[in-house]
């Protein structure tokens, strides 16, 4: 038996109340792409609630006599899993939100060109699946496939019911409005060339504002790494003319400050601006 179905077999008493309690779950886990019975997934979520709680409890009445109140925190464990279970599917559709804006340009001007030469933006959709380059699409054109080949949906409602799923507005926005530019009649072939082109300059306006954003952070970590650096330099060096039970800055201060304080600091700017960076559908690792 598989974790999923001895969740649901012997834990539906905390995942089906779970579920009544918090209602968006089965969105979230639509729009993040995982496939998985709600009721089931918060029994998953139940059964690591209670393995949890079976841990802590021992823990918290072992810590008692030394520590007193402050032991039962260790009782809040089982409560934080929730709180976790219940925000993953949240975050991991933020996330496939992410991933999905950075893919659809390439798809768009991908189904644009493919439109030109007569081909229908499903068939483009359908040979999306098979392409690595954009694993987020990929996915979500093999479920479309699937949806028409196998359910029976004509091709059009497949993609509206794709763009529905997905959490990506620019995704969205396309094929909803081929499919309504096809419903009335309109000039398909125009409409993808003009919303491709609408959606590289959006992009384009974010890069400028991301290129702000990232100048804006190095210089206030040129201004912080440089200034603190010589203001601890400064006190360094005073401290070493003054009297030893005078001086305050020791050299074990500065070393602390030089090999341990000054690259947590770098490592946080270089963390804040990776996040900045505009982000691509896939990596080559193999020029490092």
Known sequence: ????????????????????????????????????????????????????????????????????????????????????????PASAAATRASNLETEVPFASAYISVMATGGISPYKSMERLKTVKLLPNLSEAARIMDIDVKAVGMDPVSAMEKSAKALPSKEYKDLLLGYASTLRIGGDVVHYLHRRTQMIFEERSGKFKIIGERV??????????????????????????????????????????????????????????????????????????
């Open 1 to 88: 038996m598989s974790l999923a179905g001895f969740s649901l077999a012997y834990f539906r008493w905390i995942g089906a109340p779970l579920l009544k309690l918090f209602k968006g779950i089965p969105k979230s886990l639509d729009a993040a792409g995982k496939r998985i019975y709600p009721e089931t997934y918060t029994s998953v979520i139940g059964l690591f609630f209670f393995i949890a709680f079976i841990i802590a409890l021992p823990i918290a009445l072992i810590l008692f006599p030394f520590l007193g109140l402050i032991s039962l925190a260790v009782l809040a464990a089982p409560m934080l899993v929730i709180v976790g279970g219940v925000m993953y």
């Open 215 to 288: 100048a804006m952070l190095m210089e206030g970590y040129a201004a912080v790494a440089t200034l603190l650096a010589l203001g601890m330099y400064v006190m360094f060096i005073i401290s070493k003319v003054l009297p030893a039970e005078v001086g305050m800055f020791t050299p074990s201060s500065f070393v602390l400050f030089a090999y341990i304080i000054l690259p947590v600091i770098s490592m946080i700017f270089l963390y804040l601006t990776d996040m900045f960076q505009p982000r691509y559908p896939s990596s080559d690792w193999r020029i490092y």
